[in-house]
């Protein structure tokens, strides 16, 4: 099959360095790739033969009349010229697009393989024991446990679990502080039971986090996994555990953890996930790692005890925890988001196990079809340089500001959505470009230096929504 890539004068070079080692013809017309219009691309038709065509896929031209006169499919290429060689390559295992770019193709499509390759790997994989369905240990993939501290002060419990359950967790754990009750805690798990199957999966699994025995056995009736036992509240409550046939995290104090499973073995406990006690970096980080060692039992690998104690951007720190834990051999692996900073991070760790899970046949964790790139990106993207004759130095705006007399406007966001509030009516939209225009289309603005403005804050209130973080009109993002 003879491929015609249909391309601009400036964007040439990096569509030849691109496509180097494929079989491809290259025809130009015109400076700018964005800009073939249809009878442009007729002629390099007529002058190429091929089979198909592939434009840039920033083109936004119609080309249907191309096609009916040529019989020749014109599909959208990738929007980089750099991505013409990932394209290329996925040629007759990706269905191409007349509207759509091909790089946005394409990562959905490696998007959608790898996640349906993680729930085969999951169908097919061994396990020490099942909890509602949800394997532990074997060669099933790390399961993620997502804690909510000090659950009994949380003023929306319900759709708190709710959300960390549909960012990713496996396991919701409620966290209670030494200043909770029984009844807190009883009070606390009540408050769950309205939660709609529909939303969260019967395989979703709750568990109470306190050392307190008192606390562990009002926990007992509305969970399946109780953290964290040891020599001291062995001997009190584990009996009631094994009774109520739930897992138990078993952790080591002055006794070694595996005096401490021993102990819970002998009072009928006979889920047991083993947990070395991960250190904050600082307080014995690489030391903690060295007590992860091969065990009969699902290893607990306590991630967010790292994360929270670092001022560092969470989705790399919770990445490379996920890979020591893979290593080290976890079953189930530990967030929270218990500050601002950390906001997000269950998706991230949820990610983060994805990729690991995928690694299972190779050396690394990348080109997996699935990453955690945020801000960064994979590869750089090669644009053609500008040209120009004259240069024109911009100038400082000026101090004094001519407000629009149509009025002003006041930008937030709530939820998930931007809005812009003029004289008491609120325009809402989760894009900024939408906003803007019906700002616009409504008369509500009417200068020139109050539009550019406008679009800057609402696409810093996108971002936002984007990325998470807090919205400050006028503020730096």
């Not at 073939?36 to 065509?53: G, Q, R, S, Y």
């Not at 039992?297 to 720190?317: H, M, Q």
């Not at 976890?330 to 906001?343: L, N, P, Q, R």
């Amino acid at each position: 099959m003879t491929i015609l890539l249909a391309t601009g004068k400036l964007a040439y070079p990096i569509v030849k360095e691109s496509t180097d080692g494929f079989d491809v013809k290259i025809a130009v017309s015109g400076k700018i790739a964005a800009f073939l219009t249809p009878a442009a691309l007729e002629k390099i038709i007529a002058e190429n033969p091929c089979d198909m065509v592939l434009v840039s896929g920033m083109c936004t031209a119609d080309f249907s009349s191309v096609e009916e006169k040529t019989k020749i499919p014109v599909f959208r290429g990738p929007r980089h010229a750099a991505d013409l060689g990932i394209v290329l390559k996925s040629i007759g295992k990706v269905k191409l697009s007349r509207t759509t770019p091909a790089d946005e193709l394409i990562s959905e499509s490696l998007k959608k393989d790898a996640l349906e390759r993680i729930e085969s790997l999951e169908r097919d994989a061994g396990f020490s024991f099942e909890i509602k369905g949800l394997k532990f240990g074997g060669n099933s993939r790390m399961k993620l446990l997502a804690e909510i501290m000090d659950a009994h002060k949380e003023k929306d419990l319900e759709n708190k679990v709710i959300s960390f359950f549909k960012s990713g967790a496996d396991i919701v754990d409620l966290g209670f502080g030494f200043d909770a009750s029984p009844e807190d805690v009883t009070r606390a798990f009540e408050s769950l039971k309205g939660i709609n199957e529909e939303e969260i999966s019967k395989k979703c699994v709750l568990a109470a986090d306190t050392q307190n025995p008192e606390l562990i056995k009002a926990a007992l009736p509305h969970v399946d996994i109780i953290l964290s036992l040891h020599e001291e509240n062995i001997p009190v409550i584990a009996k009631d555990i094994a009774g109520a046939k739930k897992a138990a995290v078993i952790v080591p104090m002055e006794n070694s953890l595996e005096n401490n499973i021993l102990y819970a073995k002998e009072a009928g406990i006979e889920k047991i996930i083993a947990d070395p006690l991960l250190m904050p970096v600082g307080s014995g980080l690489i030391k903690s790692l060295s007590n992860f060692k091969k065990s009969e039992y699902p290893l607990f690998f306590g991630a967010g005890n790292v994360t929270e104690l670092i001022d560092a951007d969470s989705p790399g720190v919770n990445a490379l925890l996920c890979g020591m834990a893979k290593e080290a051999g976890a079953s189930v692996i530990f967030t929270s988001e218990h500050s601002d900073k950390t906001k997000g991070a269950i998706r991230e760790m949820r990610r983060a196990v994805e990729m690991m899970t995928l690694m299972t046949d190779r050396p690394y964790p990348k080109d997996l079809g699935l990453s955690l790139f945020c801000i960064k990106e994979k590869r750089k993207r090669v644009t053609p340089a500008l040209e120009y004759e004259n240069v024109i130095i911009a100038e400082k705006m000026p101090d004094d500001i001519e407000y629009d007399p149509l009025g002003n406007l006041r930008i937030g966001i709530e939820g998930d959505y931007i809005v812009a509030v003029h004289k008491n009516t609120a325009y809402k939209g989760k894009c900024w470009e939408d906003v803007f225009y019906t700002l616009v289309k409504d008369n509500k603005v009417s200068l020139m230096d109050h539009a550019a403005y406008l679009g800057k804050e609402l696409y810093k209130a996108e971002l936002a929504l984007k990325f998470k973080r807090s919205f400050d009109q006028d503020g730096p993002f």
